[in-house]
């Protein structure tokens, strides 16, 4: 029987665990964008060594608010405070349940007084369409698929990022001169060539650089300048395997489970959503395994998105964040796996590439103390970090805990069940890794 939406799928399939539940799935990778121009290991290290371009135009939905009621429909549906929002600003925005579950987090950027851009994986875009559309909202919005779902056609947004050590060379020399001073995550208007476009200060690796994006009728001009002038920085084009392993040292966790699956008052979004739309399709899978899908949601604060929060509005979730915010019992970190029994679960002497969103078991003295939700092989470092939320009393750096390694069979198998599991040495260390994303990027210029 086929599947009319996501509350569908959900009966059909028995739960919520027994639809979302996929041993071994596929891994996840950027569509469109080439998996390696010239080695992934270069491609990521030139963040750090030299400038590297990555393609941010293909792998995330963009939605566009536009209205008188654009500012109202983002107030009372998310966390974030928009009484001092400028244009040209971009800010992390983040949607929760009623129960203060997250839905995801994202990129909002203030177009005008009243248009918005929000980018980001799409749950987040979901819950904002629906709102829009079933809220009564004096709004307009458009929506962009990414590239992997749109089914044909080109983006109608260009986004493309420079970072590194010599990317302000590079801008300096695209535009004949360096920008005008910008906050970090605040942008300005540039012009190349007749062609205007906005030039965002971002890096995911918390280097100096910038994102640009604009029209798509301007994207070859604009990616072909920055070609063009990079040669003589040394500018390295980011394939998409580098690409994916970039949040890993700055913390960014990019699909916490949505906690949209369960709650009675949410049945009218979930038959709103497509039986083939991401929520529906996501895989769970890892070490760590339980029938209870509530087991994988997480708040805003064990996230790390404590500081974009305001309570000076009235918001879904409000309530329960209140709460929430006095009661954090986990807290996001680092792990950083042996590079020895790394290389011996992997089965070779080099760092192999590897990103995985699992949900993995993080044991102390065999005892389930936290859950590790994204990971890969970080050249930096020539080992596996993997971003986990631990329980607080295990958060401190330097603590010594077990990283579990496998793949649980899912419903019918106990999650504490003996399955042979690599068991891997790791250390806790901080989120964000990078000690400058984590202790320099933000500045306060």
């Not at 029209?215 to 063009?228: G, H, M, P, S």
């Not at 970080?378 to 958060?395: F, N, Q, R, S």
């Not at 649980?408 to 068991?423: N, T």
């Amino acid at each position: 029987m086929t599947s009319k939406n996501l509350q569908d799928a959900i009966d059909q399939a028995g739960s919520p665990i027994r639809l979302l539940w996929k041993q071994n799935p596929p891994p996840w990778q950027p569509p469109v964008v080439p998996p390696e121009f010239s080695g992934w290991r270069e491609e990521y290290l030139a963040a750090f060594d030299s400038v590297a371009l990555s393609d941010l135009c293909h792998h995330m939905p963009d939605l566009v608010m536009e209205g008188p009621d654009a500012v109202r429909l983002l107030s009372e549906n998310s966390a974030n405070d928009y009484d001092n929002f400028a244009v040209g600003q971009a800010k992390q925005f983040v949607a929760t349940t009623d129960a203060g579950y997250i839905i995801n987090d994202g990129i909002l950027l203030r177009n005008e007084k009243e248009k918005f851009t929000l980018t980001a994986i799409p749950p987040v875009v979901s819950w904002m369409r629906f709102h829009a559309e079933r809220g009564g909202y004096d709004v307009s919005v458009s929506y962009d698929p990414d590239s992997g779902t749109r089914g044909g056609g080109d983006p109608t947004l260009f986004r493309y990022q420079v970072q590194g050590p010599r990317a302000l060379d590079l801008v300096e020399q695209v535009f004949g001169g360096p920008l005008p001073k910008t906050k970090f995550f605040h942008s300005t208007e540039v012009e190349l060539g007749g062609r205007r476009f906005r030039a965002l200060r971002h890096g995911m690796t918390g280097q100096p650089g910038y994102e640009f994006n604009g029209d798509w009728r301007d994207e070859k001009f604009v990616k072909q300048a920055l070609l063009e002038a990079g040669e003589e920085f040394g500018l390295v084009q980011v394939g998409a395997m580098a690409y994916s392993l970039n949040e890993f040292e700055s913390g960014w966790i990019p699909a916490p489970t949505p906690g949209i699956y369960s709650a009675p008052e949410l049945t009218s979004y979930r038959e709103w959503l497509p039986a083939l739309s991401f929520e529906a399709r996501n895989p769970l899978h890892g070490s760590f395994f339980s029938e209870n899908i509530e087991d994988f949601y997480t708040t805003p604060y064990e996230l790390g998105y404590g500081k974009s929060i305001s309570f000076d509005h009235d918001f879904v979730g409000r309530d329960a964040l209140k709460k929430a915010r006095d009661n954090v019992t986990q807290k996001k970190v680092t792990l950083v796996l042996d590079r020895d029994q790394v290389r011996q679960v992997w089965s070779g002497p080099e760092l192999p590439f590897d990103v995985s969103y699992g949900r993995y078991r993080v044991e102390v003295d065999g005892r389930l103390i936290g859950v590790a939700f994204a990971g890969g092989a970080v050249p930096t470092v020539e080992t596996m970090l993997y971003l986990t939320l631990v329980d607080t009393k295990y958060a401190t750096p330097g603590t010594e805990v077990t990283f579990v390694w496998g793949e649980h069979p899912g419903p019918g198998i106990s999650p504490d069940a003996d399955l042979g599991f690599s068991r891997i040495k790791a250390t806790v260390q901080p989120s964000p890794y990078n000690e400058y994303t984590r202790t320099g990027y933000r500045d306060k210029d």
